[in-house]
Nanobody, 124 residues
Framework: QVQLVESGGGLVQAGGSLRLSCAAS????????MGWFRQAPGKEREFVAA????????YYADSVKGRFTISRDNAKNTVFLQMNSLKPEDTAVYYC?????????????????WGQGTQVTVSS
C-alpha cells in the first residue's frame, strides 16, 4: 500500500498562488501514476490534474488549464500542484491520489490510495 500526505494549503487572495505537495511512503512511488482532485462542501469530488509514473505526460481539467501545473520528483517521493491565478471557485479541499494503472485516471474510482486532503481557500 501507499500512504499519502498533502500539505501547502491555506488562505490566499484571488490572483495569488499556492503550491501543494503530496509526500508518499510505502510502496515504490515511481510505480504509480498520480492525480489531484478537489471537493467543495456539498459538491462532488472533481478531477483536477494527473501525471504519469515517469512525469512524462500530464493532464488537466479544462477549468485549471493554463493556471495549474502538476509535477513530480520521484527521487523525493513527492508530487506537486502549482496553482497560479487562483480564483474563488478554486476553494476546496485538495486531495492527491495514486493508482496502479487502473482505468483512465480521470475518475476518483480509478485511484487506489488517497491522502487526507489540504484546504485551499481563495478570497475575492
Amino acid at each position: 500500500q501507499v500512504q499519502l500526505v498533502e500539505s501547502g494549503g491555506g488562505l490566499v487572495q484571488a490572483g495569488g498562488s499556492l503550491r501543494l505537495s503530496c509526500a508518499a511512503s510505502g510502496r515504490t512511488f515511481s510505480m504509480y501514476p498520480m492525480g489531484w482532485f478537489r471537493q467543495a462542501p456539498g459538491k462532488e469530488r472533481e478531477f483536477v490534474a494527473a501525471i504519469s509514473a515517469t512525469g512524462g505526460n500530464t493532464y488537466y481539467a479544462d477549468s485549471v488549464k493554463g493556471r495549474f501545473t502538476i509535477s513530480r520528483d520521484n527521487a523525493k517521493n513527492t508530487v506537486f500542484l502549482q496553482m497560479n491565478s487562483l480564483k474563488p471557485e478554486d476553494t476546496a479541499v485538495y486531495y492527491c491520489a495514486a493508482r496502479s494503472y487502473r482505468g483512465s485516471g480521470y475518475y476518483a474510482t480509478d485511484y487506489d490510495y488517497w491522502g487526507q486532503g489540504t484546504q485551499v481557500t481563495v478570497s475575492s
